[in-house]
């Protein structure tokens, strides 16, 4: 599609962000407008595997984001009662090489920083609340909470899961509460001194598991994050504070160098964990889905922010590559939900990595040479 195309991108999260700076790179008009008055830290971490590495670098920022995380030595998983290992994907230089490029913890406002400053001053327009979406005869008419009303000939649901451009397209339909809550908790390292940990450990239990890791190379930041099944929480219930005795009641029987760290963990937070079910259908008129908005999963595989980079990337090119939005939209639509559809299910068997097995598939996956299919 041609250049003077004006594209509105809504929501100023990871899949805003990323394709956003994609299209801006290929010259392209691109606002993006936030709902919030303006960023802050908020307080967890994030896994980015190889397949988004490649995008950071196209981006110009992969550097950057090795810099400010880390790049683990493994991926262990062990059980929480017995301690045993059960599987370690070690992320040496052979490793890397194969999936053309590093495996990175990260703090979420890192990588939100370093998207950020791919785009040009003024991309970003906060206090912006998407209410209305309507086709015009040209163009869609976005209407904004504060009274503003946009015109764009493409517009971009990158507005998560509660996503208001996914209710224009496929109508009302809450998220779906899993039944489980997730804990997490950012803290000083030195907390838990003399804790024997790995840079990043899945703790796997029969109904609950518990991620832990560091976010930078120096080791100076864990995260912990948890998954276990709450029957007082819903899809409308918000994030809460939590406390230590929320991890440490989570896991009472759990193998000692577990409850160690458990007993460090401080600035706890709760919130309800939800996803969608499949749905393929991801565009309707000039407005496409994107991320969280089209297809939040369940994060036991720590693969929805890698689904919202990869879908930058070949939405992007779909963009630039087609003469019309419905093509671009029918050629991105058709690239992504097979891989997408599998990380869906795998994510909701929570098996990934659990057991040695072929991770090459979804860490070696290259948005950017992968053959963009043109559906007919
Ligand atoms: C506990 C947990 C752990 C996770 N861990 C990982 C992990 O390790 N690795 C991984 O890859 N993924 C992980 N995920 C998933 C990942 O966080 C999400 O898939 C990703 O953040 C989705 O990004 P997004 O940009 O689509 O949506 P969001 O991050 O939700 O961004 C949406 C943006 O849109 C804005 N917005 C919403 N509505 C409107 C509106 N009407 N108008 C304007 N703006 C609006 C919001 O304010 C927000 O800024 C995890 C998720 C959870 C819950």
């Excluded at 988004?52 to 880390?70: H, P, S, Y």
């Excluded at 015009?136 to 209407?143: D, F």
């Excluded at 991801?282 to 922010?305: E, I, K, N, Q, T």
């Amino acid at each position: 599609m041609d250049q003077n195309t004006r594209i509105a991108v809504i929501g100023a999260g990871i899949a805003g962000l990323t394709v956003a700076g994609l299209l801006q790179q290929q010259g392209y008009q691109v606002r993006v407008y936030e709902q919030a008055a303006r960023f802050w830290r908020i307080g967890a971490g994030i896994i980015l595997g190889a397949s988004t590495a490649k995008v950071m670098r196209r981006l110009g920022i992969e550097d950057g984001m090795v810099r400010a995380g880390i790049k683990p030595d493994a991926f262990v998983s062990r059980d929480v009662a017995s301690g045993r290992i059960l599987n370690e994907l070690v992320f040496d230089a052979a490793r890397e090489a194969d999936f053309g490029g590093p495996f990175v913890n990260i703090h979420r406002a890192d990588l939100h920083r370093l998207l950020v400053s791919r785009l040009k001053p003024g991309t970003i327009h906060f206090d912006h609340r998407l209410d209305g979406l309507d086709e015009g005869p040209g163009a869609a008419v976005l209407s904004f909470d504060n009274g503003e009303r946009v015109e764009a000939d493409i517009v971009i649901g990158a507005d998560g899961i509660h996503s208001r451009v996914r209710e224009a397209i496929l109508g009302r339909e809450p998220p779906r509460y899993i039944g489980k809550v997730a804990l997490r908790a950012v803290f000083p390292s030195a907390r838990a001194a003399g804790v024997p940990m790995r840079d990043c450990t899945k703790w796997w239990g029969a109904d609950r598991h518990l991620l832990a890791y560091f976010m930078t190379d120096r080791r100076d930041e864990c995260y912990v994050m948890a998954a276990v099944p709450s029957e007082e929480w819903g899809a409308d219930t918000p994030p809460a504070p939590g406390t230590r005795e929320d991890f440490l009641s989570a896991f009472p029987n759990a193998h000692p160098d577990l409850t160690a760290l458990l007993e460090a963990v401080d600035n706890v937070s709760l919130l309800p964990i939800c996803d969608r079910e499949r749905n393929d259908v991801w565009s309707a008129g000039r407005a496409v889905l994107m991320g969280d908005a089209c297809h939040a999963v369940r994060p036991f595989m720590a693969a929805g922010g890698s689904m919202a980079i990869e879908d930058a990337a070949i939405l992007s090119r779909a963009i630039a590559a087609c003469d019309s939005p419905e093509a671009a939209f029918r050629t991105y639509v058709a690239n992504r939900v097979p891989r997408v559809g599998d990380v869906q299910r795998i994510s909701a068997e929570n098996s990934w990595l659990k057991l040695p097995g072929d991770t090459g598939w979804f860490f070696g996956y290259d948005p950017f040479t992968d053959t963009l299919d043109h559906a007919a």
